[in-house]
């Protein structure tokens, strides 16, 4: 039986691996906000701060779960956390569940509330952990909230993954009610349907993050780990702007996360007009950490958000709430799902 403390350095080989070559699309190339060439606004007024989980961030921007786990690793939460704090971003630490059971690793996680005494930062566990180890990783890292990851594929592509998914949303209910911070229910890169954020919203749910196809691909990380799913399963998920879209039409209440395969300011500016509170990156900040160091994240990330604000000013929008009424035309494939789908797009173009 392979480790958990190993599998989280194939984990973070093989996502390094692979972070060119994937083919999958994230569908947001079937997105289009509408430039305005008469913004009538000032750069210093454009506002993209926003407050989330009661912590105002510099920007809408998360470094989604990587890592942690293994002692080879703590470096790459160090610099990860490092980064955020001096950007004013949010941060997730990987999965804590190695922690939990070898109390020796478990600096590679608080490392990250070490450098980032007062920034917005989230643990992370399975949706099917129990109530006293959610608690355990919160208390851990004195964590804002928590991510519960949903990994159904990843699970079936591996060797030593867990077949059985039977009251995972009866757990998720369980959790949401008995934990002191915020939950968000997250997927790890294959989408959720609408179906699944009206169960979860059921279940308590307030925060979702959708993490659709197109960005890391686990069954494909998997695959190179000798996994057991097959190729086939690397196809299998809902493209991250489809299934922002799925959940932002239920109308419901519940605030979205989008990540998965976001790359570029005009992703993020693209989400968020839609209707996504945060955004996430993980794969991009691991590949310029390791080849860049800290203060070249710290670069990359304030390129990303001097971007945001470029393209905030290219349609008028001085802050972000006025960047979610700007008209965005969804067309393509894209338009096509959702429309097959009952979703009603064009409401966006109308605004």
């Given at each position: 039986m392979i480790s958990r403390k190993t599998r989280k350095l194939d984990h973070v080989r093989y996502a390094l691996e692979l972070a060119d070559t994937y083919a999958a699309t994230s569908g947001f190339e079937d997105l289009f906000l509408v430039h305005n060439a008469l913004p009538e606004l000032n750069d210093d007024a454009i506002d993209c701060s926003c407050v989330f989980m009661g912590k105002r961030l510099r920007a809408p921007l998360m470094i989604n779960a990587i890592t942690g786990g293994h002692t080879r690793l703590v470096e790459i939460n160090q610099g990860l956390a490092r980064a955020a704090a001096a950007t004013g971003i949010a941060m997730a630490v990987g999965s804590q569940q190695a922690a939990l059971d070898d109390p020796l690793v478990r600096h590679t996680f608080t490392v990250a509330r070490e450098e980032n005494p007062d920034g917005l930062l989230l643990a992370n566990l399975s949706a099917q952990?129990?109530?006293?180890?959610?608690?355990?990783?919160?208390?851990?890292?004195?964590?804002?909230?928590?991510?519960?990851?949903?990994?159904?594929?990843?699970?079936?592509?591996?060797?030593?993954?867990?077949?059985?998914?039977?009251?995972?949303?009866?757990?998720?209910?369980?959790?949401?009610?008995?934990?002191?911070?915020?939950?968000?229910?997250?997927?790890?890169g294959f989408g959720m349907a609408r179906e699944v954020v009206v169960a979860l919203y059921q279940a308590g749910v307030r925060y979702v993050d959708v993490s659709g196809w197109g960005g890391t691909n686990f069954a494909a990380i998997e695959g190179?780990?000798?996994?057991?799913?097959?190729?086939?399963?690397?196809?299998?998920?809902?493209?991250?702007?489809?299934?922002?879209?799925?959940?932002?039409?239920?109308?419901?209440?519940?605030?979205?996360?989008?990540?998965?395969?976001?790359?570029?300011?005009?992703?993020?500016?693209?989400?968020?007009?839609?209707?996504?509170?945060?955004?996430?990156?993980?794969?991009?900040?691991?590949?310029?950490?390791?080849?860049?160091?800290?203060?070249?994240?710290?670069?990359?990330?304030?390129?990303?958000?001097?971007?945001?604000?470029?393209?905030?000013?290219?349609?008028?929008?001085?802050?972000?709430?006025?960047?979610?009424?700007?008209?965005?035309?969804?067309?393509?494939?894209?338009?096509?799902?959702?429309?097959r789908r009952g979703v009603d797009v064009d409401v966006y173009a109308r605004r």
């Amino acid at each position: 039986m392979i480790s958990r403390k190993t599998r989280k350095l194939d984990h973070v080989r093989y996502a390094l691996e692979l972070a060119d070559t994937y083919a999958a699309t994230s569908g947001f190339e079937d997105l289009f906000l509408v430039h305005n060439a008469l913004p009538e606004l000032n750069d210093d007024a454009i506002d993209c701060s926003c407050v989330f989980m009661g912590k105002r961030l510099r920007a809408p921007l998360m470094i989604n779960a990587i890592t942690g786990g293994h002692t080879r690793l703590v470096e790459i939460n160090q610099g990860l956390a490092r980064a955020a704090a001096a950007t004013g971003i949010a941060m997730a630490v990987g999965s804590q569940q190695a922690a939990l059971d070898d109390p020796l690793v478990r600096h590679t996680f608080t490392v990250a509330r070490e450098e980032n005494p007062d920034g917005l930062l989230l643990a992370n566990l399975s949706a099917q952990c129990s109530v006293d180890e959610a608690l355990q990783a919160v208390e851990m890292i004195c964590a804002d909230g928590i991510q519960l990851h949903l990994n159904v594929n990843q699970e079936l592509a591996m060797h030593e993954g867990d077949t059985d998914f039977r009251g995972v949303r009866d757990n998720i209910e369980r959790l949401v009610k008995s934990l002191p911070v915020p939950v968000v229910v997250k997927e790890v890169g294959f989408g959720m349907a609408r179906e699944v954020v009206v169960a979860l919203y059921q279940a308590g749910v307030r925060y979702v993050d959708v993490s659709g196809w197109g960005g890391t691909n686990f069954a494909a990380i998997e695959g190179k780990r000798g996994g057991k799913g097959g190729a086939f399963l690397e196809r299998w998920g809902i493209p991250t702007a489809i299934s922002l879209l799925e959940a932002l039409s239920t109308g419901l209440p519940v605030t979205i996360i989008a990540s998965g395969g976001l790359r570029t300011p005009l992703d993020m500016a693209l989400a968020l007009a839609a209707g996504a509170s945060l955004t996430a990156i993980a794969g991009p900040f691991l590949k310029e950490l390791v080849e860049k160091g800290w203060d070249g994240l710290v670069c990359y990330i304030n390129d990303l958000i001097s971007g945001l604000r470029q393209v905030m000013m290219l349609t008028g929008a001085g802050d972000l709430a006025a960047l979610a009424r700007k008209p965005l035309v969804v067309t393509g494939f894209t338009a096509e799902w959702l429309k097959r789908r009952g979703v009603d797009v064009d409401v966006y173009a109308r605004r």
